[in-house]
């Protein structure tokens, strides 16, 4: 049997580019086995891995696999392998939604209740803006769904599904355009968006308008994931010392659902450059930052992430779904673009950027830290503090690091009352708080049944043996350990029990990143 595995269809061609700025940007000679170096974990026979792609100003300088793209059948990846690159996937819808603007058949600060009036009217509108840069505070219908006991994957979902479980939503995380958080929700409605405005559907619209012209001839969507796939890698997850399979099988897509090997992402990142589709028009609305209605500008545009990496410019995007995981890139003032899909579940965006190093080695540097981060934190910093986001807690102890991204905000007598993480989520803050330590008497307080309508799902609380204990059928088990008053942690999220004006517990609230609070009325 011949099998290729080993140093699999690694191809260098050594090629000069000139970047946007003039800098010529060149393939290093041992660029082969520096790349070998970064995937070396993967190669092997008895693994999963990853195939990557570079090129510069368009020109493919690397193209390699590493690893199998099916375990059950001793078949290996090549660099023709259809993997599905989960978030990355949004670009092109973004870019689908930005090309119906362009052709006038819609404005991109519509409403989206125009199109879809499915969606709740929450007083102020969402826009089509809001949902290209999530900012449109609609909670992500999936953490809905892992909430109720149903995380993607267990149940094939569909758009139909989506709109059902938006329908239910009786709020948001936040005013339209107030804030950032990231939520799938968004890119759903708008594949539904562009099937209602263009008479086609998503996979047909972007075959037309996008993959047929720049010659992406392996790029399709998993639109129907019983649909047989040639070339497709199996995605695998870690299990037991082993792999286990974890292939994303639903029918929802716009948010992911891209099926794409990094050669025909690396002809899409051309694009950027030639401007074959879409002309200037489509680049520029594509990478235009939001701002929100504070006037703070965000990273996030049009399906892409426009920011900087030791440095540089990049404008990128990572993805993960099921065991899938994959990043994007460009550095435009250099002319690199690089491209990283796995069938495993691991960090391929650390992985991507060690790829991009091999070419700017000579431009990147070190992200500056301060002096002060050498320093511990301060005792009156010290102490626990939860997000107001979600009501999650960071215990920030004595013994840590100052780290540049913190600061901290004091009130008019010096007390540090607030902290507060720039980088998180486009600004997270957290107020400090005194730690809970509940007697037996206000844990069972806390108990009884508690429904949400919204996601159509009943917790029974209960204590066991001293600990409050969330039940939710038919066998889940979630221990709450104690944060702050009437606040609590477990394998969800941030769970609070919320009292009414006699002081009597009358909800329960679960918050996560992309379920802020999530309201739980007590019915028994």
């Known amino acids: 049997m011949c099998f290729r595995s080993r140093g699999l269809f690694l191809l260098l061609l050594v090629v000069p580019g000139t970047s946007a700025l003039g800098q010529k940007l060149i393939a ?38 590493y690893g199998m793209a099916d375990l059950e059948h001793g078949i290996a990846l090549t660099p023709a392998s259809v993997f599905e690159p989960g978030s990355v996937t949004k670009q092109f819808t973004a870019a ?19 199109y879809i009036p499915e969606v709740p009217d929450y007083g102020a509108p969402i826009t089509i803006r809001h949902l290209l840069n999530h900012t449109s505070g609609l909670r992500d219908w999936g953490s809905i769904e892992a909430i109720a006991g149903w995380p993607r994957t267990t ?6 599904n989506v709109l059902e479980i938006v329908a239910k939503q009786r709020a948001l995380n936040y005013p339209p355009g107030a804030e950032y958080s990231y939520t799938n929700t968004g ?39 019983r649909r047989v796939v040639p070339n497709r890698a199996v995605a695998y997850r870690h299990a037991g010392g082993g792999f286990e399979q974890d292939m994303p099988f639903e029918n929802v897509f716009g948010n992911g659902g891209l099926l794409t090997t990094v050669a025909d992402l690396l002809r899409w990142n051309r694009n950027f450059t030639e401007r074959k589709v879409g002309g200037s ?26 920011t900087h990496w030791k440095g540089v410019s990049e404008v990128s995007h990572s993805g993960t779904t099921a065991g899938y995981s994959a990043w994007l890139g460009r550095y435009p003032e250099h002319g690199l673009s690089v491209a990283v899909l796995c069938n495993v579940t691991t960090n391929a965006t650390s992985l991507a950027h060690q790829v991009a190093e091999i070419y700017l080695a000579d431009l990147v540097h ?5 002096g002060e981060s050498a320093n511990a934190i301060p005792e009156d910093k010290a102490g626990l503090y939860r997000s107001l986001r979600d009501g999650n807690t960071v215990l920030v102890e004595s013994k840590d690091r100052h780290l540049p991204r913190m600061e901290f905000e004091t009130d008019p007598s010096g007390k540090v009352v607030r902290m507060r993480l720039p980088e998180a989520n486009e600004g997270t803050t957290f107020e400090k708080v005194q730690p809970a330590n509940p007697t037996l008497a206000d844990l069972q307080a806390m108990t009884g ?18 600990q409050l204990v969330m039940l939710r059928r038919p066998d889940s088990r979630f221990a709450l350990t104690p944060t702050y008053r009437d606040a609590f942690r477990c394998s969800l999220s941030s769970v609070r029990f919320l009292r009414d004006s006699t002081g009597r517990i009358a909800e329960m609230s679960i918050g996560e990143p992309r379920v802020w609070d999530l309201r739980f009325r007590r019915v028994r």
């Open 155 to 160: 149940r094939v979902y569909t758009h139909a």
């Open 449 to 466: 049944e508690y429904a949400s309508d919204e996601a159509e799902v009943t917790f029974k609380v209960v204590l066991d043996q001293g």
């Open 96 to 114: 689908a939604v930005l090309l119906l603007a362009q052709q006038g058949k819609l404005s991109i600060d519509d409403p989206i209740r125009k």
């Open 28 to 65: 290093p000679p041992d660029a082969k086995n520096k790349a070998d170096r970064i995937f070396a974990a993967f190669n092997r026979t008895d693994s999963p891995g990853c195939a990557v792609g570079a090129s510069i100003d368009g020109a493919p300088v690397l193209t390699g696999a």
């Open 366 to 370: 070190e992200d500056s830290v301060s």
């Open 281 to 306: 028009a489509l680049i520029d609305a594509q990478q235009k930052q939001a701002r929100l209605t504070d006037g703070r500008t965000i990273a996030y545009a049009a399906g892409l992430v426009v």
């Open 187 to 225: 890119y759903n409605l708008l594949a539904i968006l562009v099937g209602r405005v263009s008479g086609m559907s998503l996979p047909e619209f972007t075959r037309t308008a996008i993959f047929t012209p720049l010659g992406m001839e392996s790029t399709g969507w998993r639109d129907n994931f």
